[in-house]
């Protein structure tokens, strides 16, 4: 079974919206991470949180980690059309070898 | 820099035949990886490498070999292909792990395979 869980599956907003994504998770990690996955590419990096920290921003993105309560949340501001794809978290394991990835979240902005 | 580099990036197989999928990367990245997508499902680990001439099972390894005779290359085998092997792949790339690393992924483009 996976180790993410991203909530909700899919999510449509308008232009201006801010998105908001969770992802649960089920074992110790060492960090967390956010992907971004435009339709038939590949994935690219967004963002990533260690297990000792609580929140971190990169531009309009922010995101919480809450380890007590295995989870995470990815929130992009301002949200625009370019940022219509889907959204992955991914746990790098305690040990230091493995990322694995969550099911993701497809976001789908309206101009 | 290409970054990580994958070929082919569409292929139709029948059931019962080979193909070896290649992955190069060009980042002197120590750790690679191969991971399959199908809808709903996200990515799951097929293999990894953590250095050159070794390698390890991921959460779906079976139907699979690899080998990374290399450290720039890490290539995915299919002895005998079966439709439950359609599905897009990709490859990835890190380096190794530190106290100073980041341990983001690098990944390809990904190969569209179909297994009829």
């Known amino acids: 079974s996976q180790q993410g869980e991203e909530d909700p599956q899919a999510l449509s907003i308008q232009e201006g919206e801010n998105a908001t994504m969770n992802c649960s998770y089920k074992?110790?990690?060492?960090?967390l991470q956010w992907y971004r996955q435009n339709s038939g590419r590949g994935l690219v990096h967004l963002i990533l949180?260690?297990?000792?920290?609580r929140e971190k921003h990169s531009g309009r993105l922010r995101v919480t980690l809450d380890t007590s309560k295995k989870s995470s949340s990815l929130l992009i501001t301002a949200s625009r059309a370019a940022d219509t794809a889907s959204y992955f978290c991914?746990?790098?394991?305690?040990?230091?070898?493995?990322?694995?990835f969550g099911a993701g979240t497809r976001l789908f902005v309206k101009a | 820099n290409a970054g990580v580099t994958q070929t082919p990036k569409f292929r139709v197989l029948k059931t019962g035949q080979s193909m070896t999928l290649l992955c190069a990367q060009d980042m002197n990245h120590e750790y690679m990886y191969w991971y399959r997508q199908d809808p709903g499902m996200g990515l799951r680990l097929i293999h990894y490498s953590v250095g050159e001439g070794t390698t390890a099972k991921g959460e779906v390894p079976d139907g699979y070999n690899v080998s990374r005779l290399k450290k720039q290359n890490f290539l995915l085998g299919l002895e005998s292909a079966a439709p439950s092997q359609t599905s897009v792949y990709f490859c990835?790339?890190?380096?190794?792990?530190?106290?100073?690393?980041?341990?983001?992924?690098?990944f390809g483009s990904g190969t569209q395979l179909s297994v009829l």
């Open positions: 949180i260690r297990s000792n920290e």
């Open positions: 991914a746990t790098g394991l305690t040990g230091g070898f493995k990322t694995i």
């Open positions: 990835a790339s890190r380096e190794r792990l530190t106290h100073a690393t980041n341990e983001k992924l690098f």
């Open positions: 074992t110790s990690i060492n960090n």
